[in-house]
């Protein structure tokens, strides 16, 4: 019996083989496998379908967050807002710059920032200086962007957007990405946009950031050799980025194909005793993961699996409860009650471009049953 996987990128590697493997091997005869043409292009190519003026390639999408970060100033000290609700990546990046990562609460529906919760650890926190917020559009799902620009102008703090799930997740008519200073996107396999390996990007219209990040991810040079500013070396490499090019081309249809998927899961599954995602107004939810809450969450994920449908916990551990940071973070106001909650109650369920109409439907027929 065939197992149904929570995410299968292989298939998304396979449907598009001919033009990848076309790709791959344009580079390998090419003899330039670093920073590129590829790369050039893509970063051209993929700023503008998020709608930003410059792309730097990295190496990860968590070194994109750091590059982000050092590309906007913030270092030893400063406070950066962020949740706990979110891969371990985007607080490791916070601390590796030497930041405080202070974490605020999610709303229970989208499992976004709560903006009144960072709204009061703005008015009440006074241990260091904050200087920044990340906020995270899990899932796919767009968080209100003009909400949160409206507060980082009130409190003079960068934004700087971490859209590693949100590959043309739109807010208002605009991509994500697109309107904090700067945004952070990793090309993990699984992602929408997803490499053959690891792969990054940030994007931005700030000419000043976008130079300090392309000084940033290559040892800060400006001339070859010749470093004007410490740097480290996260290249975005020349073969992902090939392929990047191939899928980026399929992306739109993808996504709209993903959105269909939920949208069958959603209206399949109204009368279950389970919270299906909600998309917020204004916004075009992409779909990386499809959510569903449950306090019987374990059971359903045994009966699934029973039945040859793997599921996803993402993510079973708040980062703040994390041996390797829980003393390394700082809780915002309002305390993380809603985070620590749905840990236990959000299951993934499959869903991408390839599945077919049968499979989900599998998968719903289990679900009811259960």
């Not at 298939?11 to 496998?33: F, N, P, R, T, W």
């Not at 916004?283 to 045994?302: E, G, M, N, P, W």
Request: a negative charge; proline letters at 4%.
């Amino acid at each position: 019996m065939e197992t149904l996987l929570p995410a299968n990128p292989k298939l998304g590697y396979l449907a598009h083989k001919k033009e990848i493997d076309a790709a791959i091997q344009q580079v390998l005869e090419s003899g330039l496998y670093i920073l590129g043409e590829n790369v050039s292009q893509f970063e051209e190519q993929f700023a503008s379908f998020i709608g930003a003026s410059s792309c730097v390639g990295v190496g990860n999408g968590t070194d994109a967050l750091i590059i982000a970060l050092r590309a906007c100033g913030i270092g030893p000290g400063d406070g950066v807002i962020t949740v706990s609700h979110t891969a371990v990546a985007t607080v490791a990046a916070i601390d590796v710059v030497g930041a405080v990562p202070i974490l605020v609460d999610v709303d229970p529906a989208m499992f976004t920032m709560d903006l009144d919760k960072l709204e009061q650890t703005l008015k009440s926190y006074k241990n260091c200086k904050i200087k920044a917020i990340i906020p995270v559009h899990i899932y796919g799902q767009p968080l209100d962007m003009e909400s949160i620009l409206e507060i980082a102008g009130r409190y003079d703090l960068m934004v700087i957007e971490d859209c590693a799930q949100s590959h043309g997740a739109e807010f208002r008519n605009r991509r994500v990405g697109s309107f904090g200073h700067i945004g952070a996107f990793s090309f993990y396999p699984t992602k929408n946009l997803g490499a053959l390996g690891d792969g990054g990007a940030i994007v931005t219209s700030d000419p000043q950031i976008a130079e300090r990040a392309r000084m940033l991810r290559q040892y800060g040079w400006k001339r070859r050799y010749i470093s004007d500013s410490p740097g480290s070396n996260t290249r975005l490499d020349e073969l992902q980025a090939a392929i990047l090019r191939v899928k980026l081309r399929y992306l739109n249809p993808e996504n709209a194909r993903r959105r269909a998927l939920a949208a069958i899961y959603s209206h399949e599954l109204e009368s279950v005793e389970l919270q299906v995602p909600r998309e917020a107004t204004d916004s075009v939810h992409i779909y990386h993961q499809y959510v569903v809450r449950t306090t019987r969450r374990d059971d359903l994920k045994a009966r699934l699996s029973s039945n040859s449908i793997e599921t996803a916990i993402l993510y079973p551990v708040a980062v703040h409860d994390q041996a390797g940071y829980k003393s390394r973070v700082v809780v915002g106001s309002g305390g993380l009650e809603e985070t620590e909650r749905i840990c236990n109650e959000i299951l993934s369920l499959p869903i991408y471009p390839e599945l077919k109409d049968e499979q989900i439907g599998k998968v719903i027929d289990v679900i009811r049953t259960w």
